[in-house]
């Protein structure tokens, strides 16, 4: 009698990952956008382009896929897809409002590939390249290719963004060794400032930093009034959060952006 199969950590994550590409196959992805503000008059300066993917049971949350693709086939196949989206739903958005930016997520091990800038060809944002800023996190440092990548896209006039920023060491070498552009605090360091305490030993840290540097910095996850006045007053010059505004949809966040020009201040 032959012996029971039972599956292995290996063929879960195999199908796993067929099911992410078939649910793109599918249509079961799309995307929403994360509204970037200005902390000194709070209109909308741009977004950041978020994958949703949507399943019979619900919308799945992308801390729950984006890991296992990291290091795939899909891991390029996910991003193409989201430039060839973005590109579609507020590419001409973007043309007529030369002001505002948008933001990708980028996995490090497709850069320097040659797939991202055939993209941008062929979906139209590298005519837009001014406006679109790539994000990276510390935990996916990219090899040698990548980094020459990164600096000829910077040339080109596309901006940099390392994400997840913690303010401590790592981070901070990281960020003088890249010639980033911008840096995108942490939603757990904003989440952990008391409103009735002191400001914290990071955001003092961050207002020196920001004095000798020229560098922009989104506050990520700002949720309530008090967190925005302490990072207005340290000289943040960007946000995003529920305070402002929830992800959107690609039409809603053009309303949100066209109101927020309109609001007196």
Same mark, same amino acid.
């Given at each position: 009698?032959?012996?029971?199969?039972?599956?292995?950590?290996?063929? =879960?994550?195999?199908?796993?990952?067929?099911?992410?590409?078939?649910?793109?196959?599918?249509?079961?992805?799309?995307?929403?956008?994360?509204? =970037?503000?200005?902390?000194?008059?709070?209109?909308?300066?741009?977004?950041?382009?978020?994958?949703?993917?949507?399943?019979?049971?619900? /919308? /799945?949350?992308?801390?729950?896929?984006?890991?296992?693709?990291? !290091?795939?086939?899909?891991? %390029?196949?996910?991003t193409y897809w989201?430039?060839?989206?973005?590109?579609?739903?507020?590419?001409?958005?973007? &043309?007529?409002?030369?002001?505002?930016?948008?933001?990708? !997520?980028?996995?490090?091990?497709?850069?320097?590939?040659? #797939?991202?800038?055939?993209?941008?060809?062929?979906? %139209?944002?590298?005519?837009?390249?001014?406006?679109?800023?790539?994000?990276?996190?510390?935990? @996916?440092?990219?090899?040698?290719? @990548?980094?020459?990548?990164?600096? #000829?896209?910077?040339?080109?006039?596309?901006?940099?963004?390392?994400?997840?920023?913690?303010? !401590?060491?790592? !981070?901070?070498?990281?960020?003088?060794?890249? +010639?980033?552009?911008?840096?995108?605090? +942490?939603?757990?360091?904003?989440? %952990?400032?008391?409103?009735? %305490?002191?400001?914290?030993?990071?955001?003092?840290?961050?207002?020196?930093?920001?004095?000798?540097?020229?560098? =922009?910095?989104?506050?990520? @996850?700002?949720?309530?009034?008090?967190?925005?006045?302490?990072?207005?007053?340290?000289?943040?010059?960007?946000?995003?959060?529920y305070h402002f505004? &929830?992800?959107?949809?690609?039409?809603?966040?053009?309303?949100?952006?066209?109101?927020s020009r309109q609001?007196?201040?």
């Amino acid at each position: 009698m032959p012996s029971p199969s039972y599956p292995n950590a290996e063929d =879960t994550a195999l199908t796993e990952l067929d099911e992410i590409h078939d649910g793109l196959q599918r249509g079961e992805f799309f995307l929403e956008y994360l509204p =970037t503000v200005s902390l000194t008059d709070q209109r909308c300066l741009g977004a950041e382009a978020l994958i949703r993917w949507r399943r019979p049971a619900g /919308v /799945v949350p992308p801390a729950e896929f984006i890991p296992l693709i990291e !290091n795939t086939p899909l891991s %390029g196949l996910l991003t193409y897809w989201v430039m060839d989206t973005v590109a579609s739903e507020v590419g001409e958005w973007l &043309r007529t409002h030369p002001e505002v930016h948008l933001s990708l !997520n980028v996995p490090p091990e497709i850069l320097g590939r040659g #797939g991202l800038e055939y993209a941008a060809v062929k979906s %139209g944002l590298r005519s837009l390249s001014s406006q679109i800023i790539i994000e990276i996190t510390e935990r @996916g440092i990219p090899d040698s290719l @990548g980094m020459l990548a990164l600096h #000829g896209a910077n040339r080109r006039g596309v901006r940099v963004a390392l994400d997840d920023v913690t303010m !401590n060491g790592t !981070n901070l070498a990281f960020v003088s060794r890249c +010639d980033f552009d911008i840096i995108k605090i +942490d939603r757990s360091l904003i989440a %952990g400032m008391d409103p009735n %305490g002191p400001d914290p030993d990071w955001l003092r840290g961050l207002a020196a930093l920001l004095q000798s540097m020229d560098l =922009t910095v989104v506050a990520e @996850g700002i949720e309530t009034d008090a967190q925005f006045r302490a990072l207005q007053v340290a000289g943040v010059q960007m946000g995003q959060g529920y305070h402002f505004s &929830r992800p959107l949809p690609a039409n809603e966040l053009i309303a949100y952006h066209d109101r927020s020009r309109q609001a007196p201040r």
